[in-house]
């Protein structure tokens, strides 16, 4: 059964769960892979509730070991990756721990390596398989009080454009969603409580997730790298 | 009846034909617009023929008048405009025509602020629709043997981003799809006859529409201003 | 005697009268070209006060003969050649009169295709010789309520950037200086009395000029296509 | 004696070395930073013998330790920083030892985040001071066969840009020079015997160093973020 990893996930109201719960709907097994065991059974439960097939793996993004295991769990049913780990790291640098500016890049960028290059390891002798980054507008330039932050998604980013490149022509299809705004997901609900009733200034997840089964469904004469999402109210 | 107004259309096995053909069978009346009346004619009998509605409407992208006349003939149920117009214009700047650079702008640049002008006076007081413009990698960047058309290229696709941003509030949706290589039409496959053996290095006409069905369907709290597109086997 | 051609000169506290002052300075023999002529006779009258040499010439940007005109008027001396010709053209494209978004081209970027041509014309069978631009932050994306000024400059960039690679291995270095926000000019400080108040945000004239002597002076094997330039105080 | 830190200095025929050399002859205090001592101790030995002022300081990039101990040294005159460190890192993605892509990013970006981070806690208090990064084409774009170049590159030069942003207002000028091709210095000359040959084809070292002087002394009011410096014969 063809089979998606999709790394990065957490609270129900979130791009990563609801990434699991509709590539299930399309027929995927998913392995649904996060740092949170709770998080990651509930996903589970709601996908073969639905009559889905999926698996909770528990690994962390930074650690070569459990990213070969997970793609090692995938086994050669793989034919989908979709990198969602990595948060916002906001901070200026005249006043950042040296830590906390690795770390930020460990999640966000070095996390897509290790996943990315298990990802070809795998879906290369397939000749075919989609591997997709979640990114953010940060992706794209730098900005006062982001440094870090940006510095990790160009890194990314630029990261994901190379093996676009380099696996084209092995039929592999590497695509990154731009997310431009703040996600009307969990997180930021419970933040601000006020969320509700500015919905419109909030990126609609199921939006994003066309995005990525857009993706995913193109035909090889017809890859996009890149999309951009955002909604009718963000300034750009 | 949702209408949609597709500008740029020429023969059958041709991004402007596909993209009338495809709306339509998306439920959409479409106004059929280009220069050649027997290309029009064609398209529109064939979606007649599978049940759907369209009009043919001869109209130069480059004239005024032939634009306003147009959008007065989609009346009220306006929902759609793509402009697929304008032509590759390659040469050297140190030999090239005036007349030759203006033309380039007039078709390529010139036409998409008309046809763009005229689909926001329509669709603003209705609060809804997209506004969709064909790009091409010479949208992105100035390349030596491509000035005219680089420039011009450039032109609509900054137009455009100023569109999107001035036009989202009020819920327009203004998207770019960057067409990123030879596509697989009509009109290569006459001028390199050995283009179908080498059809995995043309892009996919098909794909591209549904590169721009999926902009158009996009809810307003996920919408993306561009889409690259080209095949695996593309250089870029 | 080594001869510049400047074009787009106005006020003496402009940046075009400014960049011929310079480059007299620097031993060039100018023409001073723009459309008034009380303006360009005052430019001339000052280089030859201060003991150089130029030419005060009637030309307007967007008129083919007065281009090839002044080109010819240059004669075999010429080494730099500055486009600095066209103004913002604000207003949002639901109001804009075709006239006026077509005049922003021809200001903006027909004019740079017309001069651009003539220099390559004259300087490419020289072997060396520099072609400069001045754009605008306008130049690099689109914002709303400057579509047209947006699509001009951004035209003109990608033109710009066209020619330097068509005509760099002809000894030609083509350069575009960004010139992002305010010039502290005479043109913003007669709008905006209070603007001597907050020079610290207007950007320096002598500035800019310093970066275009500093493309002009750059050997072949280090040559530069562009240079923004903005005050410390800019939001960018 | 104002100071300058200049760090990536290795070969004399190098760019850190030309820098040092150069801002040595423009009357700055060189501190020679990297990571071999004989080859600073000669760059050292040059600078003095042309009657400047230099001190070699052996520093690891990569090494929070080393380059606070650096940039305590420099002490109240610093007036300039120069992070130069960071080779290229050719290779696949599918092949590529996860230390052999860290250590790329940790010599190209993190490094730079160590260094721009001391910097601009020694020049806010100051109120003014350059900070200036080497770059390459690879900080622009992702290419086959140079994934973690181009990401760490990319993760340099977005830093870069939010430091630029981050502390213009306190004076403080952030520069990044984009060195687009083949230096013609010691290391390639020494790889590829026919390199002079070929010189045309090679940037010339002393050009760049034009580029990093120029940004250096610009007026506040005319600062400078980027810089791009490549041959007449380079393709782009």
């Not at 089979?3 to 996930?9: D, E, K, L, R």
């Not at 906001?90 to 070095?110: A, H, L, N």
């Not at 000749?127 to 953010?136: D, I, N, Q, R």
């Not at 995913?216 to 999309?227: D, G, M, V």
Request: charged share 20%.
């Amino acid at each position: 059964m063809a089979t998606a990893i999709i790394i990065g996930v957490g609270p129900d109201q979130g791009l990563g769960a609801q990434l699991c719960k509709r590539f299930a709907a399309e027929g995927l097994n998913i392995l649904v892979a996060g740092r949170t065991k709770p998080a990651l059974d509930a996903v589970v439960a709601d996908i073969v509730a639905a009559g889905g097939r999926a698996t909770a793996v528990v690994a962390d993004a930074t650690v070569e070991a459990d990213i070969v295991a997970l793609f090692d769990k995938a086994g050669a049913d793989l034919e989908l990756a979709i990198y969602n780990a990595g948060n916002n790291t906001p901070g200026k640098i005249i006043d950042m721990e040296t830590g906390y500016f690795e770390q930020s890049w460990r999640v966000v960028c070095f996390g897509g390596f290790l996943f990315g290059r298990e990802a070809v390891r795998r879906l290369v002798p397939k000749g075919f398989g989609s591997l997709l980054f979640t990114g953010a507008s940060a992706s794209l330039r730098g900005r006062s009080g982001y440094g870090a932050f940006n510095s990790s998604k160009a890194g990314l980013r630029t990261l994901a454009q190379a093996m676009a490149k380099e696996y084209a022509a092995d039929g592999i299809h590497v695509g990154h969603v731009v997310v431009d705004g703040p996600i009307g997901g969990e997180k930021i609900m419970k933040r601000f409580p006020d969320a509700a009733g500015r919905e419109e200034r909030l990126i609609s997840i199921a939006g994003i997730v066309d995005g990525f089964v857009f993706l995913h469904k193109q035909p090889r004469r017809a890859w996009s790298f890149e999309l951009d999402v955002r909604t009718s109210q963000e300034s750009w």
